[in-house]
T-cell receptor, first 112, second 113 residues
């Protein structure tokens, strides 16, 4: 199936731990994104990469570090997890500028 | 920066009725306005979009209208069905690069059978 996939789907961890979320798209898109959706369903962009280069880096704590090993992958590493990091994290991709964004199924992160 | 407002936050309609969700945006440079539907436990999916050179666009039971002067755009769903129940998000793309979507806060639509 052609799609945007994320792993893991659920992530439960203790405060202070370091965790990673992986994202892969096989749509041949140039641009990938990370979004955070909080408990009130508010969707906010965190990062955007175009052809492995960082394009958008919103006001996000530097504990969050995206890594794009190639155009099809954009991983999110989070250091020293805090309670407020609990949310659903969505990866998305798009073919290029001002184009439809295709979202993955989300990773539900719960920090205890 | 861009700010997108969306109303109402919740909307209940009877099956077969129409539903209208309205969004306003602040940045006159925004030129792309997608609408996304998010079902429970899933990621948002694009249902329709409109660009600033068009005033209205239709796709079967769904239509979007754009008023650039007033900086607002609306989603219209006709003949609603229970499977239309979901959270709907509008978004605006405020920068020339076109990748930084600013989403509205969402509208939870419930279609009652």
């Amino acid at each position: 199936d052609t799609a945007v996939s994320q792993t893991p789907k659920y992530l439960v961890t203790q405060m202070g731990n370091d965790k990673s979320i992986k994202c892969e798209q096989n749509l041949g898109h140039d641009t990938m994104y990370w979004y955070k959706q909080d408990s009130k369903k508010f969707l906010k962009i965190m990062f955007s990469y175009n052809n492995k280069e960082l394009i958008i880096n919103e006001t996000v704590p530097n504990r969050f570090s995206p890594k794009s090993p190639d155009k099809a992958h954009l991983n999110l590493h989070i250091n020293s997890l805090e309670l407020g990091d609990s949310a659903v994290y969505f990866c998305a991709s798009s073919p290029g500028n001002i184009e439809t964004q295709y979202f993955g199924p989300g990773t539900r992160l719960l920090v205890l | 920066g861009e700010n997108v407002e969306q109303h109402p936050s919740t909307l209940s309609v009877q099956e077969g009725d129409s539903a209208v969700i309205k969004c306003t945006y602040s940045d006159s440079a925004s030129n792309y306005f997608p609408w996304y539907k998010q079902e429970l436990g899933k990621g948002p999916q694009l249902i329709i979009d409109i660009r600033s050179n068009v005033g209205e666009k239709k796709d079967q039971r769904i239509a979007v209208t754009l008023n650039k002067t007033a900086k607002h755009f609306s989603l219209h769903i006709t003949e609603t069905q229970p499977e239309d129940s979901a959270v709907y998000f509008c978004a605006a793309s405020p920068d020339n690069y076109g990748q930084n979507f600013v989403f509205g806060p969402g509208t939870r639509l419930s279609v009652l059978p």
